[in-house]
């Protein structure tokens, strides 16, 4: 059974302070990893995927993915009240199209 | 942009009844998903389709089918809905050339609510 675990929260944090998500994964085989955002009452949408050990950023957010420790991690920086949302965690399996979603993890950024 | 519509945004049932959940995508897709979501339990994928007339069984099929007779179009079919099955549906869908960004894209979900 694949799972992708994390903390459900509330995470709160101050606005402009870093938000750290995280994620751990049972599947080595898993290859592709999703940080979905999803505001309360609407669908999810992608803020970022990483396959590649190591960190990649795009603008204020960091994904961050260690294999070897099955560990998947989002960081927000500056962050703001908009992004207050669950946050989901994915992981894809090779050659698959299937994802496994962990429960999600909300945040709340206090003005 | 990628369009992902579901048919209602709302469904009010009655236990015993056949529900009909439609999903339409306008990119061509060959890959469609069905998912529900619920507190505590997150995103479980109940069905999923790779191409016209294909269909995989998910992790929670039971109780669910699916049917794809055109490839933008994906309906899930409670045959007989009971309250266990209120939820929120969402369906996504996925090019097909598998790369290492799969991104799948979501309709806005249906909340289905069974008396």
């Known amino acids: 059974q694949k799972e992708v675990e994390q903390n459900s929260g509330p995470l709160s944090v101050p606005e402009g302070a870093i938000a750290s998500l995280n994620c751990t994964y049972s599947?080595?085989?898993?290859?592709?990893f999703f940080w979905y955002r999803q505001y309360s009452g609407k669908s999810p949408e992608l803020i970022m995927f990483?396959?590649?050990?190591g960190d990649k950023e795009d603008g204020r957010f960091t994904a961050q993915l260690n294999k070897a420790s099955q560990y998947v991690s989002l960081l927000i920086r500056d962050s703001q009240p908009s992004d207050s949302a669950t946050y989901l965690c994915?992981?894809?399996?090779?050659?698959?199209?299937?994802?496994?979603f962990g429960k999600g993890t909300k945040l709340s950024v206090i003005p | 942009d990628v369009k992902v519509t579901q048919s209602s945004r709302y469904l009010v049932k009655r236990t015993g009844e056949k529900v009909f959940l439609e999903c339409v995508q306008d990119?061509?897709?060959?890959?469609m998903f069905w998912y529900r979501q619920d507190p505590g339990l997150g995103l479980r994928l109940i069905y999923f389709?790779?191409?016209?007339?294909?269909?995989e069984k998910g992790d929670i099929p039971e109780g669910y089918s699916v049917s794809r007779e055109k490839k933008e179009r994906f309906s899930l079919i409670l045959e007989s809905a009971s309250t266990n099955q209120t939820s929120m549906y969402l369906c996504?869908?996925?090019?097909?050339?598998?790369?290492?960004?799969?991104?799948?894209?979501f309709g806005p979900g249906t909340r289905l609510t069974v008396l």
């Open positions: 990483i396959y590649s050990n």
């Open positions: 994915a992981g894809e399996g090779a050659g698959s199209y299937q994802l496994t």
């Open positions: 389709s790779y191409d016209v007339k294909m269909k």
């Open positions: 990119m061509d897709h060959e890959n």
């Open positions: 996504a869908s996925l090019p097909g050339t598998i790369t290492y960004n799969n991104e799948q894209f």
């Open positions: 599947d080595r085989g898993s290859q592709s």
